[in-house]
């Protein structure tokens, strides 16, 4: 079964940059589609941004375009969220998820395997 990992959160200040990576072993995340979610205390967990297995599609939420930007790390079974000018508002846990559709999606529902979260909190 998947496993995903994420890692590189922490504690940044208004207008720093954070690297997240969710990472899998046994198998290759070339043949899944990657979300990358969000959930800050009290809220629903959002869609943040989104690369197909084929990377033929990608998504992002319009409250990051501009600022994050997906991409796969082959040579370290990766997909790599760069998130840049982080605002307060961009505090939450951060969670990657998989699923084996060609198309990506903001909603939850297409994601079968999900990893344990990164903690992502922004202030001065």
């Known amino acids: ?14 207008g720093g940059s954070l690297r997240l990576s969710c990472a899998a072993s046994g198998f290759s995340l070339g043949w899944y589609t990657i979300g990358w979610f969000r959930q800050a205390p009290g809220k629903e967990r959002e869609g943040v941004s989104c690369i197909s297995r084929n990377d033929g599609d990608k998504y992002a939420a319009d409250s990051v375009k501009g600022r994050f930007t997906i991409s796969r790390d082959n040579a370290r079974n990766a997909v790599v969220l760069q998130m840049n000018n982080l605002k307060p508002e961009d505090a939450a846990v951060y969670y990657c ?15 079968e395997y999900w990893g344990q979260g990164t903690q992502v909190t922004v202030s001065s």
């Not at 998820?97 to 994601?111: E, L, V």
């Open 1 to 14: 079964q998947l496993q995903l990992v994420e890692s590189g959160g922490g504690l940044v200040q208004p």
């Open 97 to 111: 998820a998989a699923h084996r559709y060609s198309y990506c999606s903001g909603d939850m529902a297409p994601y």
